[in-house]
């Protein structure tokens, strides 16, 4: 009437519970007595002390990363049974690969834990219709930290893979005795004095990367700290870097810069350009003809109606009333154009965030871009590995033509106030650019504009739900772990949303009843920053839904591409009004929009407000 059947090495989920820094500690609970439903029937774990063998976490216990033996990261310090729950207090390691996940568990990119245990007696209770197995002798083996924790519901991560271990159940309430002695696996060996051996050759590793380090940049001091407080290699040189001076940023030079004398600055006028084109004289604007020609003579081609440089100081003129010829001839006394009220416009962003500008662009861009790494194997002796040849892909760009008109009087041109040209000038300026962001935000990539971010296929995509719904805590963790999942969490990373969203940030708790929204003071999610501009959209429809969702972007904008084409065209159409005297000006700039890594980007597009 014995039964005996066999079991493996089984799994349970928990989570990451209270993190010490200093100490390099995380306390968890690992087990309880939730029922969790196995292929031979609901699983108990008993926790009375005397049902568990907690001989090897204490002794021994090892912290691993996905069950991995060879994965190790840490060690189990101490065990606890208590109100039919087991805790433990588990210490991170100090190399690089510890170093790396203990960061990844502090910023919550890795919460899940999995603790792996054996079972060595059942005992089955209640009706044989509705049997409940209790564990009376179990033994947790490791504490894993995962990336992806299975269902409880369905059997926690339950492998497999490893040796079948022959578990004698007990039918208690059908009075039956147990006459077979359990079978338990022969625990493995440890070599104690290879691990010691191990960990002395790494200290030593350590201090001799440290030192050097130091030596090389002169900073010994700081080299003899960090060996003293155990700080890994890396945390040398994040020090080493934030005490050096910072580098001056390169910035590349417009095409369509020349470095005008401040002279020439001054001199040069729009409006003069603009009445010299709708005329065809120029003999009153020598200094803007010449401009336009040679940034003509560097782009390689002809505008459409003349170039003007991006070195004239766009919106900066000096004024002074009080002398004639500085601006008292022609600014009236009661006309405050310095004081001109400007229309509210989008947030500028995506160069803040770290795109690369391209500018200077003549022909059409293609950017080649390794698509698939080189494939290793191990192989035997003598043995040839299988060819692995990595793919190779391009990011093609070719100009597309943004513009954007306005009606001026010829008066106004002639008059030449300064004041009306910097308005002049400052708004189309500010449109065209305002509607560059707007396209690498959510270009559609169809009815001639480029590809945005938001429509560049191979994003990462965190959906809320069927009708989207408001933000979580849950969805921004996502969105990193997307990029981190694709190895792209470096470069100038961060989080780009609509005012909506952010104003909904601040009002929303992190979980049920917390008294913590997901965003506090400050513009950051779990230490990234945060930008906001209206050119994210908030006119989004995701089922039932319908234009009024908005999004969040995270990732790298190191990894988007603005290219410019030439400069910045004006056309000058003095006939579309020439009836009532006006003069059209229309501005002109050619651009494209790419992704280098579309993994280097994730988004929530269904977010309600």
């Not at 009236?332 to 509210?344: N, R």
Request: aromatic share 6%; net charge negative.
């Amino acid at each position: 009437m014995n039964k005996v059947i066999e079991t493996r090495t089984l799994y349970r989920q928990a989570e990451v519970g209270e993190i010490e820094q200093e100490e390099r500690t995380v306390n968890l609970a690992f087990s309880s007595e939730e029922p969790v439903e196995r292929r031979f029937g609901m699983e108990v774990l008993d926790h009375n002390p005397e049902s568990i063998r907690l001989g090897r976490l204490r002794g021994s216990g090892a912290l691993l990363v996905n069950h991995n033996p060879d994965d190790l990261v840490g060690k189990v310090e101490s065990v606890e049974v208590a109100d039919r729950v087991a805790r433990a207090k588990v210490r991170f390691g100090k190399s690089d690969r510890a170093n790396e996940i203990f960061q990844d568990v502090k910023d919550g990119i890795r919460s899940g834990v999995s603790v792996g245990y054996q079972i060595h007696k059942l005992t089955e209770e209640g009706e044989k219709d509705a049997s409940i197995f209790r564990a009376t002798d179990w033994e947790p083996m490791e504490i894993s930290l995962v990336a992806i924790p299975a269902d409880a519901t369905v059997g926690i991560g339950r492998s497999e893979d490893g040796e079948a271990i022959e578990t004698q159940i007990q039918y208690l309430e059908r009075d039956i005795k147990m006459t077979e002695e359990v079978k338990t696996p022969e625990a493995p060996k440890v070599d104690v004095e290879a691990i010691k051996s191990q960990a002395r050759d790494l200290e030593v590793k350590r201090i001799q990367e440290v030192t050097a380090i130091g030596e090389q940049f002169s900073q010994g001091e700081l080299a003899r700290q960090m060996v003293s407080s155990g700080q890994s290699v890396d945390a040398m040189r994040k020090a080493v870097l934030e005490n050096m001076p910072a580098p001056k940023p390169e910035v590349q030079t417009p095409i369509d810069n020349l470095d005008m004398e401040p002279k020439e600055k001054r001199a040069y006028s729009m409006f003069r350009a603009i009445g010299a084109s709708a005329s065809g004289d120029w003999s009153n604007a020598g200094l803007e003809r010449e401009a336009s020609k040679e940034i003509a003579k560097r782009i390689g081609r002809e505008p459409r109606g003349f170039f003007t440089p991006s070195d004239i100081n766009w919106g900066q003129r000096d004024m002074t009333v009080g002398s004639a010829t500085a601006g008292g001839n022609i600014v009236g006394t009661d006309h405050l154009g310095s004081e001109f009220i400007d229309a509210l416009r989008p947030q500028l962003v995506l160069a803040d965030l770290g795109a690369k500008m391209m500018t200077g662009l003549v022909g059409d861009v293609a950017i080649p871009a390794l698509n698939a790494k080189t494939s290793t194997y191990w192989v035997a002796e003598s043995a040839a590995p299988t060819e692995g040849a990595p793919t190779v892909r391009q990011v093609t760009m070719s100009p597309s033509t943004v513009g954007c008109y306005v009606d001026i009087s010829r008066q106004l041109t002639k008059q030449n106030d300064p004041s009306a040209e910097n308005i002049f000038r400052n708004d189309m300026v500010s449109q065209v650019a305002s509607a560059i962001d707007s396209a690498g935000i959510q270009g559609s990539g169809s009815s001639n504009q480029p590809t945005g971010i938001l429509n560049t296929s191979g994003i990462g995509s965190v959906a809320i739900g069927t009708n989207g719904g408001a933000p979580t805590w849950g969805s921004v963790v996502d969105n990193i772990s997307q990029v981190a999942i694709d190895n792209a969490l470096g470069g100038s990373l961060s989080f780009l949303t609509n005012p909506q969203v952010v104003g909904k940030l601040r009002q929303t708790a992190k979980g049920s009843g917390d008294s913590v929204m997901i965003m506090n003071e400050g513009n950051t999610l779990m230490g990234y920053q945060v930008a906001q501009t209206s050119n994210v959209p908030s006119t989004l429809t995701k089922g039932s839904t319908s234009g009024s969702c908005s999004a969040l972007i995270f990732g790298n904008f190191n990894d988007l591409i603005i290219g410019q084409w030439g400069g910045t065209d004006v056309l000058v159409d003095p006939y579309t009004g020439s009836s009532t005297g006006t003069i059209r000006v229309v501005v002109f700039a050619d651009i494209d929009i790419a992704v280098r890594h579309a993994q280097s980007f994730s988004s929530t597009q269904d977010y309600t407000t």
